[in-house]
């Protein structure tokens, strides 16, 4: 799934969340601000206003509010077409409201923005662009055309064409500005929720997937008793049933059926030992454990690590934790994407902290994307050069999202650079020239807890 389809899913699945009793709240509210304006300039600010007309505006809000309730349930969800025409049925409420008091020249008709600022939030950009050349019809149409305001000694209140067209002028710009604004915000914060749902499912499914070993040794070791006591049971019955070859061949399928249990119990109550006891491994090897997937890409991983098995210095054992794994194979998924022909991943550590250095030969990250690095659902549009290079690549930054994700929850900290100049010309294979991802942990955030080790053993499961 592309970009593109993948945001325009979650726009229409949002566009079905608002609940038509939240739409008919606020249609109230609106309604009762319209009515107490109303009432306040007949009789405190002394205006000559047609309240016939304004009467019937209001009155077609409560009517249809009316009917709303009625006809559907309190928690009907609308979908985007219904919400976009409650919006359009809104702001034609609201203008034909503006229209009969006096156009541009009423102050509040800065309120037109309400629609559209709703439209930006909940619904896709056509509906909000119809929504906006409305709106922009509209006052367009109000700044020429509309029932002045008259006080009671009959004196008409408008004012000067500057100030009416200044209006027109900020209204319509604050329309494409509002809508733009709150257009990007809602999208980045519907990016971001996305992309940490994406996450914690990551995360989750490796949690289980890591806790499912512990499940198997423990109903492996469980099981062992009622299967030996079946196995001894079936012995017997086949001493016993020496002249009664029938039962005899039962009892024999039972015995064989017990010691095929037992087998199979065995093996997976050995997986689940071993990850029980594999809590901890060397550095390099989780490194391996993380880059496994990738080795038969056709790209080179290259292992590296400063202290080799020939010197006294002892290897590092860390934790088997399943987020660090997953961050980590992401980012080498990513390099082995972009690379050439070689990735290297440096391991290095110190008494202070432990440091992972992922280089390729590719071409680097783009330096226009350089500081975005990480962030979700970012991507650029691609080149002819792109196209020819990896013509089924299309990336959303959702992995390195995932995976800088992990890898900061477990304590570490992730730098994104490029080895050299992305622009150049020609790149060599097999150089150490493309984008370097360096993520850097406090020794202590990965060691091993001795203590949780030491008494990691099965659990009887209580029935």
């Not at 601000?33 to 009432?39: D, K, L, P, R």
């Not at 050995?270 to 390099?284: C, E, S, T, Y």
């Not at 590296?304 to 002892?314: D, M, R, S, V």
Request: charge should be negative; hydrophobic fraction near 45%; charged fraction near 20%.
């Amino acid at each position: 799934m592309t970009n593109r389809e993948l945001g325009l899913m979650n726009q229409h699945r949002r566009g079905n969340w608002i609940r038509l009793r939240t739409m008919i709240m606020l249609r109230w509210i609106a309604v009762g601000g319209q009515f107490i304006a109303i009432v306040v300039t007949q009789f405190m600010i002394d205006l000559q206003l047609d309240l016939g007309l304004c009467y019937l505006a209001v009155g077609i809000s409560v009517v249809g509010n009316l009917i709303a309730s009625v006809a559907f349930p309190e928690n009907k969800r609308l979908s985007e077409t219904e919400n976009m025409m409650m919006v359009m049925f809104d702001l034609l409420q609201l203008c034909f409201l503006l229209f009969v008091t006096g156009g541009l020249n009423n102050p509040f008709a800065i309120l037109v923005l309400g629609p559209v600022t709703v439209s930006a939030l909940v619904l896709r950009v056509r509906f909000t662009l119809l929504l906006g050349i409305t709106a922009f019809g509209l006052i367009t149409t109000m700044m020429f055309f509309h029932i002045p305001l008259r006080t009671t000694q009959g004196f008409v209140l408008r004012m000067p064409d500057i100030f009416v067209f200044g209006n027109w002028v900020a209204i319509g710009i604050a329309l494409i500005f509002i809508s733009f604004y709150t257009r990007w915000i809602t999208r980045e914060l519907y990016s971001m929720e996305d992309a940490i749902a994406a996450t914690q499912m990551a995360l989750s499914r490796a949690q289980k997937l890591n806790d499912l070993g512990g499940v198997v040794a423990a109903a492996a070791h469980e099981l062992g008793t009622p299967l030996a006591t079946i196995k001894l049971t079936s012995s017997e019955l086949i001493e016993e049933l020496h002249d009664n070859e029938d039962l005899q061949d039962d009892a024999r399928l039972i015995r064989d059926q017990a010691d095929r249990c037992r087998d199979i119990l065995r093996s997976m109550g050995r997986a689940g030992k071993d990850d029980l006891h594999m809590r901890k491994a060397p550095l390099v090897e989780v490194i391996r454990e993380a880059a496994e997937p990738h080795e038969g890409r056709g790209k080179a991983i290259m292992i590296e690590h400063a202290f080799e098995e020939l010197t006294a210095e002892p290897p590092l054992q860390i934790q088997r934790r399943p987020d660090v794994i997953h961050g980590l194979r992401n980012l080498i998924q990513n390099a082995v994407d972009f690379a050439t022909s070689t990735v290297w991943v440096e391991a290095n550590w110190t008494d202070e902290q432990v440091s992972i250095r992922i280089v390729d030969d590719g071409r680097g990250y783009p330096p226009q994307l350089l500081g975005r690095i990480g962030d979700p659902f970012v991507r650029t549009r691609k080149t002819d050069r792109d196209r020819s290079d990896r013509p089924e690549y299309e990336g959303m930054g959702l992995g390195l999202f995932i995976a800088k994700t992990l890898l900061e929850r477990s304590g570490a900290r992730l730098n994104f650079a490029n080895a050299s100049n992305p622009s150049r010309s020609e790149i060599r294979a097999g150089e150490r020239a493309g984008a370097v991802v360096e993520v850097v942990w406090p020794r202590g955030a990965l060691l091993p807890d001795e203590s949780a080790a030491k008494t990691a053993q099965n659990v009887p499961i209580e029935v």
